[in-house]
């Protein structure tokens, strides 16, 4: 079972640190990664659950990407689309392994 209050304090502590020696952006396009389980996963499945929620999506090797946003760039907004994203892709066998700030 995936353990949500971990994964919600890697985030708020990641701001932390961060935010001492970083100027963040107010709002910036978020980029969360998921590694995929399975060799043969179902691609195109949880791609098309991702853009349902707003999420544009891309993948290389065995690493999604979720791209939302512009968003707040606040510890709680980002780990609220980190969470539903999350939520969207266990089912599918993708796993979190972070998130950076779109810099294009």
Same mark, same amino acid.
């Given at each position: 079972?995936?353990?949500?209050?971990?994964?919600?304090?890697?985030?708020?502590?990641?701001?932390?640190?961060?935010?001492?020696?970083?100027?963040? *952006?107010?709002?910036?396009?978020?980029?969360? /990664?998921?590694?995929?389980? /399975?060799?043969?996963?179902?691609?195109?499945?949880? /791609?098309?659950?991702?853009?349902?929620?707003?999420?544009?999506?891309?993948?290389?090797?065995?690493?999604?990407?979720?791209?939302?946003? *512009?968003?707040?760039?606040?510890?709680?907004?980002?780990?609220?689309?980190?969470?539903?994203?999350? /939520?969207?892709?266990?089912?599918?066998?993708?796993? *979190?392994?972070?998130?950076?700030?779109?810099?294009?």
């Amino acid at each position: 079972m995936h353990n949500f209050q971990e994964q919600r304090a890697d985030t708020f502590e990641t701001f932390a640190k961060v935010g001492r020696g970083v100027k963040l *952006p107010k709002t910036a396009v978020v980029v969360y /990664e998921f590694v995929a389980e /399975e060799v043969d996963t179902a691609w195109a499945a949880v /791609e098309k659950a991702l853009r349902a929620k707003g999420f544009k999506t891309s993948h290389a090797g065995d690493v999604l990407q979720a791209r939302i946003g *512009p968003i707040a760039i606040d510890a709680e907004t980002v780990w609220q689309w980190e969470r539903a994203a999350t /939520e969207i892709v266990l089912p599918f066998e993708f796993y *979190p392994d972070g998130w950076e700030l779109d810099d294009a």
